[in-house]
């Protein structure tokens, strides 16, 4: 079973990424995903979640009206378009399964992906 996001990268201030979370022997669609990102120096936060069946959304208040998660499950994939970027917004972010609770918190998961590096800069 593995994670893996990808999809960052080097971009301007006010600019876009969609990062992507796939799954490889695993079914996404069973699991609640969450993203969350890692600046250097900081604790790992919570950016956003969704659920399985209803596809419910949640947000941290730093993102809210930037950042849309949505579910592809044909693809087996969780996408996080991020929009309106600043240079707070840097960091690794990353993806992780489970059946959470409280979904940004990131004790609730037990599988993780590797990061994909997001630089926001002019």
């Known amino acids: 079973v593995q994670l893996q996001a990808f999809g960052g990268g080097l971009v301007q201030p006010g600019g876009s990424l969609k990062l992507s979370c796939t799954g490889s022997?695993?079914?996404?669609?069973?699991?609640?995903i969450g993203w969350f990102r890692q600046a250097p120096g900081k604790e790992r936060e919570g950016v956003s979640c969704?659920?399985?069946?209803?596809?419910?959304?949640l947000y941290a208040n730093s993102v809210k009206h930037r950042f849309t998660i949505s579910r592809d499950n044909a693809e087996n994939t969780v996408y996080l378009q991020v929009n309106s970027l600043k240079p707070e917004d840097t960091a690794i972010y990353y993806c992780?399964?489970?059946?959470?609770?409280?979904?940004?918190?990131?004790?609730?998961?037990?599988?993780w992906g590797q990061g994909t590096l997001v630089t926001v800069s002019s």
């Open positions: 969704i659920g399985i069946n209803d596809g419910s959304a």
């Open positions: 022997g695993v079914t996404l669609d069973y699991y609640g």
């Open positions: 992780a399964m489970g059946h959470p609770t409280l979904c940004l918190l990131p004790y609730e998961y037990d599988k």
